[in-house]
């Protein structure tokens, strides 16, 4: 009787590899962040940082201009909900259900965020990458830490840096496009 294969992921690593495929759902040109919410190893919802339903992607200035304009409509963070809140959002069950669970995610959580995974009961945060804002992040460990949140790096003895991630996330949808069927013509 064969062995079973050795080489397999864990479920850490299954989770935020779903994390990181979902990243690659971001129309954004420079911030690509997905999340992943999992509860007895079972996912229950994810998200990416992009748009709100029903809003067309280009109505955004994607490589924002407004931070050195002072034009907040031309802010990108204005329009755009971060993957941690849009994998809340996205969650059809009861929010319940989301008490107790784990978060998947491929960059620290903002404040705004950290508020989200604390009032849903989000009781272990594991992430990626380190956000650049130190000040936020700070803000960030404290209110997580006064909440009881535990918070995990992913992978301590290694350092993502933002492009790494970023290619690692294109690597797995080109190829993922690359096997995926190709659109059928009107023919067929």
């Given at each position: 009787m064969p062995g079973k294969?050795?080489?397999?992921?864990?479920?850490?690593?299954?989770?935020?590899?779903v994390a990181m495929l979902m990243a690659g759902r971001s129309k954004d040109?420079?911030?690509?962040?997905?999340?992943?919410?999992v509860k007895d190893n079972r996912?229950?919802?994810t998200g990416y940082?992009?748009?709100?339903?029903n809003m067309s992607d280009d109505v955004v200035y994607w490589n924002s201009t407004g931070e050195q304009t002072g034009e907040l409509s031309k802010i990108k963070n204005s329009w755009v909900i971060h993957a941690e809140?849009?994998?809340?959002?996205?969650y059809r069950g009861s929010l319940k259900d989301l008490q107790g669970?784990?978060?998947?995610?491929?960059?620290?959580?903002?404040?705004?965020?950290?508020?989200t995974i604390i009032q849903i009961g989000i009781k272990?945060?594991?992430?990626?990458?380190?956000?650049?804002?130190?000040?936020?992040?700070?803000?960030?460990?404290?209110?997580?830490?006064?909440?009881g949140v535990e918070v995990c790096?992913?992978?301590?003895?290694?350092?993502?840096e933002k492009n790494e991630v970023q290619e690692t996330t294109m690597k797995m949808q080109k190829m993922i496009k690359r096997y995926s069927p190709k659109p059928s013509s009107p023919n067929n």
């Open positions: 294969r050795e080489e397999y992921l864990s479920w850490d690593e299954s989770f935020m590899g040109p420079s911030t690509i962040v997905g999340a992943c919410i996912v229950l919802s940082n992009g748009l709100t339903r809140r849009n994998a809340v959002y996205n669970s784990t978060l998947y995610v491929t960059l620290f959580p903002c404040g705004e965020c950290v508020k272990k945060v594991v992430w990626l990458r380190m956000y650049s804002y130190q000040e936020e992040v700070e803000i960030s460990k404290m209110m997580l830490e006064a909440a790096e992913f992978n301590p003895s290694a350092k993502f």
